[in-house]
């Protein structure tokens, strides 16, 4: 199983696909650190997130306790603060991954996230995290109509420093606190995710083969098409939201709250009735979402399926040269 702790609502950022950040969470009202030792362990994996996690002061109390409830924690940041980045992984070291957002080149991305000079932060977070020998980090990008043109160089530019690429599209949700994030050129955005595709699947790393499997699904997901496999959220993953309330994930209209870690525990929330009725609310979803905190777990469980698109289309891209293939993330 896996988790998301959305650490706080707070953020730096005035993101225009987001606006979490004019709805912050009150300090008082966000969860002490003790209440993440109530969450499982063995988890595999843990992804620590916001608003921007970097604005709590407790935060290394927190991944203090998450490391002990996984082998591999990520924390998603916009990278801004370098200081305060650098001191944490000067503390763990690689028992702590980074991925830093960035939306594009810096005009771009200072425009879209609304954070001066965001850009020459975010990149000198991950150079001054590369030089230090942190091995799990990467950049993290939000595509749409505004930014899709970025992306292969952004890629090449992950892949030339030797630095994982992670890739998401817009949506709308409670979390973000979005109604009309949409696609104007719904085919632009798909034949961007198409050629990251195609480069992932030229390398030799099979890990990669894989995401340009999520990158299609991508693709297929701006495009309006349908989930390639179930959505288990609720089920494989599980999100801790800044108030101690445990929801299925972040990408539904409304809190899907299965119970709260302030007056329960894990196991009493997770066995209860009303998980269940989530379960069957997320079961009846019709929104489509692909994130990978949803997308990663129902890879992993249902692995066959993306491992024949990934043979079919290594294939494709051998023979080819990833000219003119057709990149289907159901594996037709």
Not at 52 to 62: G, K
Not at 85 to 111: C, Q, T
Not at 122 to 132: E, Q
Not at 228 to 247: K, S
């Amino acid at each position: 199983m896996e988790a998301c702790l959305i650490v706080t609502y707070r953020c730096n950022a005035k993101c225009y696909m987001c606006n979490t950040w004019q709805s912050p969470s009150k300090i008082s009202e966000e969860y002490s650190p003790e209440l993440v030792e109530k969450i499982p362990d063995g988890l595999n994996f843990i992804n620590i997130t916001g608003g921007e996690p970097f604005l709590r002061d407790d935060l290394e109390d927190i991944i203090k306790i998450a490391v002990k409830k996984s082998n591999r924690v990520v924390i998603s940041s916009n990278g801004y603060f370098t200081k305060k980045i650098v001191r944490m992984a000067k503390k763990f070291g690689n028992k702590i991954g980074f991925r830093i957002s960035i939306e594009g080149l810096p005009a771009a991305n200072d425009e879209l996230r609304g954070l001066k000079d965001g850009f020459d932060h975010g990149l000198r977070t991950l150079v001054t995290l590369h030089s230090m020998g942190i091995k799990d980090i990467g950049f993290g990008m939000t595509v749409s109509d505004r930014n899709a043109k970025d992306m292969i160089e952004l890629y090449r530019l992950a892949n030339a420093m030797g630095v994982e690429f992670a890739t998401a599209t817009t949506h709308n949700s409670y979390y973000f606190h979005k109604d009309d994030n949409s696609f104007l050129n719904p085919n632009l955005i798909s034949n961007e995710f198409e050629k990251i595709a195609v480069e992932l699947l030229k390398t030799n790393k099979p890990k990669n083969w894989f995401r340009a499997y999520f990158n299609m699904g991508l693709a297929n997901k701006v495009t309006g098409g349908k989930r390639p496999l179930p959505c288990e959220v609720g089920t494989e993953v599980f999100f801790l939201d800044p108030f101690g309330n445990i929801v299925p994930c972040n990408g539904s209209d409304a809190p899907m709250i299965m119970g709260n870690l302030h007056q329960q525990s894990f196991d009493d929330i997770w066995t209860s009735k009303q998980a269940e009725t989530i379960r069957q609310l997320v079961k009846n979803c019709d929104k489509q979402c692909w994130m990978i905190g949803s997308a990663s777990p129902a890879m992993k469980k249902k692995i066959s399926v993306p491992a024949l698109w990934v043979m079919k289309n290594k294939l494709k891209v051998m023979k080819s040269k990833g000219e003119n293939i057709c990149l289907d993330p159901v594996g037709k």
